[in-house]
C-alpha cells in the first residue's frame, strides 16, 4: 500500500478521515476515479479490532424491513459490491438468500414484502409447513411464514474493509494509519485536517468516524448515541446443516424475540445473535465488554428453542458497537459550506450500505448529484 512514513505535511485533493465501513469504501470509490489526490486517515492500524465492522459476518438483503426508501441504495450497493470483488479477486458477499422468518401482517414481515414488490425484488415465498421442509434447521409455529430475498445472504466485513483500502491503494490513494485526527476547519477555499502528526491541507474531506464521529462534530451529539452490539456463536450438533449451500443468512421475529445470523463461515459454528439489550452510551470508551453468565445463558436457551441442533452455551461471543440516531436513519452532511461530508449514525444497518455510501463520497468531491441521497439524512434534519 502508499503509505506516508514520514510526518511532513500533505496537500491532496479530498482527506477521508476514518478508514472503517464507511472511510474504506469512500476512499476507494474516490481514488478508483484516479482525478483526485486523495489521503486516507486512520486512528488505529488498518482493519483493526476496534471497529463497528468486526465480527466475522454480515448480512445482505436488499427486500428491506426498514422501509422501502433504502433499496435503491442496496441496489446500487450490490453492484459495487461486485465491483470491489472484481478489483480485489476475493469473494466478499456470499449470495445464498437471506430468510426472514415471521409471521402476516407484522411489521418486519411486511416492509420486506412491500419492497419486493416495490422494486420488484426475486424471492420466495414460505408458509410454515414448507419452511419445515426447506429448512429444517428452524423451528417454525403453525402460523409462522418466511421470505426468502433471493438478493441477500452473507457478508465478509474485515476482508471487505481490507479490499477497499488496498485497493484504494493501488489506485493511488495515501493511507496514513496510527495517526489520530485532532480538527477540521475550513480555510479559504478548502479545509486544514490536523492529527497528532502533522497538518493536511484539502478541498474536500470525508469525515466516516462511525462510533467516534462525536468528538469531531460536538453538533453530532445532540443526535448520536453508541449502542453497544452483542454477538454470539453457537456449535451446532451436525454442522453439515449450517453450511452456506444450506442455510441462508436469516432473520426471525417471534413477538419480542429477535435474531439474526448467518451460515457457518469458520467450520464449526453458527452466528445466531439477539436484539440488543445493553444500555446506549455517549462514548465509544464506555462500551461494556462483556455478557453476564445469566444473559448469555437466557440467549442460548432462546437460540436453542428456534434452532433445535444448537448447543445452547455459546462457543464464543463478543460486544460491538455503532452509533445510532434515534430513528436508524443516518446523517449524509455536507457542512463547513459544503467541504466536509459527514457520513455517521448507520445505526447497525450500515455495513451493507457501505459501497454505495462511499459512491455518495465520490460524487460529493466531484461535485455531482446523487441519486441516492434524501433530504432527511442531512444533520439539519435531524436536529428539528
Do not use: C
Not at 24 to 34: E, F, K, N, P, T
Not at 149 to 177: C, H, K, Q, W
Not at 304 to 319: A, G, K, M, T, Y
Amino acid at each position: 500500500m502508499t503509505e506516508q512514513s514520514e510526518a511532513s505535511d500533505i496537500d491532496a485533493d479530498v482527506v477521508v478521515v476514518g478508514l472503517g465501513t464507511m472511510g474504506s469504501m469512500a476512499l476507494w470509490r474516490i481514488a478508483r476515479r484516479r482525478n483526485l489526490r486523495v489521503v486516507g486517515v486512520e486512528q488505529y492500524g488498518l482493519v483493526h479490532s476496534h471497529g463497528s465492522f468486526t465480527g466475522e459476518s454480515r448480512v445482505f438483503r436488499t427486500a428491506y424491513h426498514e422501509g422501502t426508501r433504502y433499496v435503491p441504495l442496496l441496489l446500487s450497493a450490490r453492484d459495487i459490491w461486485h465491483e470491489l470483488e472484481a478489483d480485489s479477486g476475493r469473494q466478499l458477499l456470499l449470495e445464498v438468500g437471506t430468510l426472514t422468518i415471521g409471521h402476516a401482517g407484522e411489521p418486519a414481515v411486511e416492509n420486506v414484502l412491500a419492497s419486493i414488490r416495490e422494486y420488484e425484488l426475486p424471492h420466495q415465498v414460505f408458509d410454515a409447513k414448507e419452511l419445515r421442509s426447506s429448512y429444517p434447521q428452524h423451528s417454525v409455529g403453525d402460523d409462522a411464514m418466511g421470505v426468502l430475498d433471493l438478493y441477500g445472504g452473507g457478508m465478509r466485513p474485515e476482508l471487505s474493509v481490507f479490499s477497499a483500502i488496498e485497493s484504494a491503494a493501488a489506485n493511488g490513494a495515501t493511507v496514513l494509519d496510527h495517526e489520530t485526527v485532532l480538527n477540521v476547519e475550513a480555510d479559504g477555499s478548502g479545509v486544514v485536517v490536523t492529527t497528532e502528526r502533522r497538518v493536511i491541507r484539502a478541498k474536500r474531506a470525508v469525515i466516516a468516524q462511525g462510533s467516534w464521529a462525536r468528538r469531531l462534530n460536538p453538533d453530532l451529539a445532540a443526535v448520536l448515541t453508541v449502542q453497544p452490539l452483542p454477538l454470539t456463536w453457537f456449535m451446532p450438533h451436525h454442522l453439515e446443516l449450517f453450511t452456506p449451500d444450506r442455510f441462508p443468512a436469516f432473520i426471525r421475529d417471534e413477538g419480542p424475540v429477535h435474531f439474526f445470523g448467518a451460515p457457518s463461515l469458520d467450520g464449526y459454528s453458527v452466528k445466531v445473535t439477539p436484539r440488543r439489550f445493553h444500555d446506549p452510551v455517549a462514548d465509544v470508551d464506555e462500551v461494556p465488554t462483556t455478557i453476564s453468565a445469566e444473559k448469555l445463558s437466557e440467549i442460548g436457551h432462546l437460540a436453542q428453542e428456534f434452532f433445535p441442533d444448537l448447543n445452547p452455551e455459546p462457543v464464543h461471543w463478543s460486544v460491538h458497537h455503532d452509533a445510532f440516531t434515534a430513528d436508524k436513519v443516518p446523517v449524509i452532511d455536507a457542512g463547513l459550506d459544503g467541504r466536509v461530508l459527514t457520513l455517521a449514525g448507520f445505526s447497525g444497518h450500515g455495513f451493507k450500505l457501505a459501497p454505495g455510501v462511499g459512491e455518495i463520497a465520490a460524487q460529493f468531491v466531484n461535485d455531482e448529484e446523487s441519486p441516492l441521497l434524501a433530504s432527511d439524512y442531512s444533520l439539519a434534519a435531524h436536529l428539528r
